[in-house]
């Protein structure tokens, strides 16, 4: 009768180690899954983030580039700058400020020989930018600086003040800025071509408002003579949205000159 040999401890070894070395083979290939999912982790936020800031990058550009009022003032800011290096331009609020030096003393409606020489000089150049940004002038004429046509509803001629009070016959500051804003008027407008310039609804272009020391500039002292000065305030015809996104879109990521 045979009898069946008994398994012997060594015989049960080979079986050990194969499990454990299967049970290493499987934490490897975890870990190296996991490192893998970390990896693809990062390179899905790093591209997340390149993606936004290309966003940003492009929404930034539309902002400057394809923003109507910013355009106009930026072209019509940069013809003025030529003959009046010392004016401030605003895109944003479509607001350029004329050197307050040159045009009034203290107290005074009367433009200086120098004054009226300067706004001479800025009339010139406002007929050579206006053109194209103006209804009654932009018809016949091929304006490729404006391909997108914006038009100017009104051009604002305002007066101010700085906060010294004024009394002259009866008269205070608010008399003082509206006589100040018909004397650049006056020069700048009815001395040239200007004064045909027309909207879409026909009416002048030019219009003229006082406002004495109420709107002081930003971060000054409201008597600072900084403060007595003329604005030409920007005031574009309206668009419906769906007439602008198109000059949006192809307005890319260019940013606007000031």
Partial sequence: MLIPARRTEPDRAPHAE???GYLASASDLMIGLLF???ILV????LEQRRQQQLIDEQRAGLIGAGDPLIVVTGAIGRALAKVLPEIRVDPKTGVISLPEDVLFARGSAQLSEQGRRVLGLARDQLELAMPCYVDSERRNRSCASNPHGHEIE???IEGHTD????ASGGRDNFDLSLARARAVEQVLVSGGSLVRYRNRADQPVFSFSAYADKR???GTDPADGVNRRVDLRIVLSYKPIEELLPALRSAGPVQAKP
């Avoid at 990062?42 to 936020?45: D, Y």
């Avoid at 906060?163 to 004024?166: A, D, I």
């Fill in 18 to 20: 194969g499990e454990g």
């Fill in 36 to 38: 893998v999912f970390i």
């Fill in 42 to 45: 990062v390179v899905l936020a």
């Fill in 154 to 156: 009104t051009m604002f």
């Fill in 163 to 166: 906060s010294v009070p004024f």
């Fill in 216 to 218: 002081p500039l930003r």
